[in-house]
């Protein structure tokens, strides 16, 4: 079984590596590629990965080449994790909407619009690659923002779902908190990637997240860094990053006066790639846990185990085509829910009847993705207004059309319309 890894030299890609390690058995991965065109630092990464594997083991083997499609011709799988723009860009989506009192984030309001209007053309032309060489191969995106890119790969007639690791999480830290093993919970999830409530979770049947709520509630209201109150208001547990619309203008209050977490995160990653290059290192480091994505190789391990061999967990969280699962949204929207995949791809699981509270705002959002992915698709700052105009965290002309000139002219060298 090759799997190819589009983006092998980000510093996640440790992570990955040891989940493959560990669960060899759910999915037998027998030839790795990861493909980077920054080469120094896929050298690196490589180098470490293969430890890795001896450490635990493992007898398959890992290439690096910048050749994407030398990397991708007869995988099985391709894992989509790339940043376009790398850090820097990241560092500008955090950083310019604040100066129209708008949060600054890299994959919603107009920090994401930028994310994506980067990023869609160039998972579009790997994806064709793809497909011209290994055309029965599944495309696993976790390359934010997830559901807008997903979205661009189904459209386009691409065998692909979308992946995230919120939901792994949350079922991880709740599993903790009620001392179980997290098999045994299954979270009713409900939303859109990065727009997510946790409605139930069930326990041998039962709905325990009531009594997860009144027994731990200030916990994960602190991890949330929401109000205890809220939740119980809400009955739910919202995702993390619904924080900047339940109290944006807290958020962009914080964000104009302490660091970005793009500064945050570049200084880890040379801390890591530091720590990367010690040939003495044959596990990912405790620092690792730093960067985000936690439980990020269980879930993709997960998922390409069910699409490529019907292992792994029958039911998933993933980001597919509504298909009339969420009767307020267009079929063709890009949903995330549990599912049932396996190798003919993920079939959404029925959904309780969603609180109008939550899917008005995923009607908002849906409507802005739609424009967002035409502005990537085809560019042009009307487009670009359009998008901004209809996001519910900007929603007002003035400052759509500032955001527009500020998006284009921090973008342009990544925006060939521009």
């Known amino acids: 079984m090759k799997l190819t890894v589009v983006g092998g030299g980000s510093t996640y890609t440790p992570e990955l590596i ?50 994407l499609d030398a990397a991708v011709d007869g995988a099985d799988a391709v894992l989509l994790q790339l940043r376009v723009g790398g850090q820097a860009a990241r560092q500008q989506d955090e950083t310019w909407p604040l100066d129209c009192g708008c949060v600054g984030q890299e994959t919603t309001g107009a920090g994401g619009l930028a994310k994506a209007l980067r990023t869609v053309p160039v998972v579009l032309d790997i994806a064709e ?37 919120v939901a792994i999480g949350l079922q991880r830290k709740f ?5 179980t093993d997290p098999a045994d919970l299954h979270l009713d999830h409900v939303g859109l990637n990065h727009l997510t409530w946790e409605t139930a979770v069930r326990k041998d049947g039962e709905d325990v997240l009531p009594a997860l709520l009144s027994a731990h509630g200030d916990t994960i209201a602190a991890d949330l860094r929401l109000p205890r109150p809220l ?10 990053y619904l924080r900047y619309f339940y109290a944006h203008d807290e958020v962009v209050r914080e964000m104009r006066t302490k660091p970005s977490r793009a500064a945050e995160v570049a200084d880890m990653e040379r801390r890591l790639l530091a720590l990367y290059a010690d040939p003495a290192l044959d596990e990912k480091p405790d620092l690792l846990s730093q960067r985000g994505g936690a439980y990020y190789s269980e879930a993709a391990v997960d998922l390409a185990a069910a699409l490529l061999r019907g292992a792994g967990s029958r039911h998933q969280v993933v980001n597919t085509l509504n ?5 307020f949204l267009p079929d063709d929207a890009v949903i995330e829910v549990q599912a049932t995949v396996g190798p003919k791809g993920a079939t959404p699981l029925p959904v309780a009847s969603v609180d109008p509270l939550f899917s008005g705002l995923m009607a908002s959002v849906t409507t802005y993705e739609n424009l967002a992915l035409e502005a990537a698709l ?41």
Request: glycine fraction near 8%.
């Open 378 to 418: 085809h560019g042009g700052r009307d487009r670009v207004f359009r998008a901004l105009l209809a996001h519910p965290l900007i929603g007002q002309y003035e400052y759509a059309d500032r955001l527009t000139d500020d998006l284009i002219a921090h973008n342009r060298e990544h925006l060939t319309w521009a």
């Open 129 to 165: 690659r793809v497909r011209r060489a290994s055309p029965d191969a599944w495309i696993i995106d976790f390359t934010n923002p997830v559901g807008v890119v997903t979205r661009a790969l189904l459209q386009a007639g691409h065998k692909a779902l979308g992946l995230c690791n």
């Open 323 to 327: 298909n009339g699962t969420l009767p």
């Open 175 to 179: 599993a903790a908190l009620l001392g």
């Open 18 to 67: 040891d989940g493959i390690a560990r669960l060899r058995d759910t999915l037998p991965v027998t030839e790795l590629v990861l493909t980077d065109p920054a080469t120094d630092r896929l050298e690196l990464i490589g180098a470490l990965s293969r430890r890795i594997l001896a450490r635990q083991g493992h007898p398959g083997t890992i290439t690096t080449t910048a050749d």
């Open 231 to 240: 939740l119980d208001r809400l009955g739910v547990v919202p995702s993390y």
